[in-house]
């Protein structure tokens, strides 16, 4: 079971207070707990520790402990009537690029999938199945962002064969295994420099990595940033869930201030990160935000995220039941989401609360309106996902403050050449001038030593 948030305990004063009409800035942005809690799913006991997952760090092989009773979300047929997000640009693979081949086998017929067009035999969201044990614990979101990436995919790959899923370390890596399609669960933070190199050498592949808090944000976090400022082109899946899930509850670097748990009985005292703001900062070019919860919003988002060219950042709120239950339950259930989630899309109006608010900018502030006394839609900010200040305006001061709505949608969209096509202009250009180059000559030339 998650641990008691008994924050108000914490020595060194009371935890930050939201912010008032002063502007006081408090340091948690969203306080996990403070909703009513909700009933865990009944998990049976493993290794002697009731109520607790096991969930093996590596090795695909182990037994698995339980089975997942959590239908996959989005059921159903796709839809095509989602969020309108800015149109696809990223073309299936470089101009000019030669068509992987195709092995024969391995193919069903679903007249949803693009790929008849090319006179390619049609995918389906069970090609991308791979039917390894899912070892997540019942009821983790991780499964809502498996079936939407699930589904979403026959869409978006011309081929199993040109998809590959990178991850590193936690509960959230073990995404790769349960893909029908290449995959890599690598070193702890080290999935954006694996993809780098991946997509670097190989750019005709669809290059995904999927990542937790802890590992993108903690001993990953120089890579994260380093991918994010070079623009390589990968689709990048931060599952946020504000805790270390895979090593049993540890507080991570986008829990809230006052977070206890077993290693901090205390209150954690670390001011978290903001993923959203912290992409922007890094030059990210992609930056977007949707919820396990949402699996409509979700597909329309990672299309979004793979059209684009460059890196594209999409934090997933996810629910980690056993360790942080309800911790984005304010913007997800029925009851909370209209006032504390508004769905920004590009060109459209920011309304929320169904219609009855809306947001406006006032200065160099995001200010909330009613929509009534003759205030409609048009009085509102319309959304502009090119517009990096008011991005970073949305990310920062809509997180921070409890009164107003947090944003989810593509916030911020820009066009940059993106590391990967630059390197092999670079290279095909220097092979051009000056031929291609042998290793060994390359290793004898200019200044050598000979150690006696
Ligand atoms: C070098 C190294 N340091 C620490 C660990 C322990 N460890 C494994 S996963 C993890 C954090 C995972 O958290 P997160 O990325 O948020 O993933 P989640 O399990 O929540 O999906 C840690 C600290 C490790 N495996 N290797
Ligand atoms: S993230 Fe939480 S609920 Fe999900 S598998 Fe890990 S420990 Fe279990
Ligand atoms: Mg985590």
Partial sequence: MPPPDDSAARPGGTPPQPRGAEGARPDTPQPAGTRKPVEAPAVPPVDGEPGEPAIPETGPDTPAPRTPTMPPAGGGPRKADGPKLPPSKKPARPPGAPRPAVPPQARTIDPEGDGAALGLPVLSRKDFVSGADVRWCPGCGDYAVLAAVQRALPELAETRENVVFISGIGCSSRFPYYMNTYGFHSIHGRAPAIATGLKATRPELDVWVVTGDGDALSIGAGHTAHMLRRNVDLQVLLFNNQIYGLTKGQYSPTSEVGKVTKSSPYGSLDHPFNPAALALGAD?????????????????????????????????????????????????????????????????????????????????????????????????????????????????????????????????????????????????????????????????????????
């Fill in 284 to 452: 990210g070019t992609f930056v977007a935000r949707t919820l396990d919860r949402d699996p409509k919003h979700m597909q329309a988002v990672l299309k979004a995220g793979h059209a684009h060219r460059g890196t594209s950042l999409i934090e997933i709120y996810q629910n980690c039941n056993i360790f942080n239950d309800g911790a984005f339950f304010d913007f997800t259930e029925r009851d909370s989401k209209p006032l504390r989630a508004i769905m920004v899309e590009h060109g459209k109006p920011a309304v929320y609360a169904n219609g009855t608010k809306g947001l406006v900018v006032d200065g160099l502030k995001v200010r909330s309106i009613d929509l009534d006394g003759g205030r409609t839609a048009a009085d509102c900010l319309t959304y502009d996902s090119s517009d990096k200040s008011l991005a970073f305006l949305m990310a920062d001061q809509l997180f921070w403050d409890a009164d107003l709505p947090r944003p989810f949608g593509v916030l911020y969209q820009e066009d940059r050449p993106t590391y990967d096509a630059l390197l092999n202009e670079q290279v095909a250009e220097v092979t051009r001038q000056r031929g291609r180059g042998e290793l060994a000559a390359l290793l004898a030339s200019g200044e050598t030593w000979t150690i006696g």
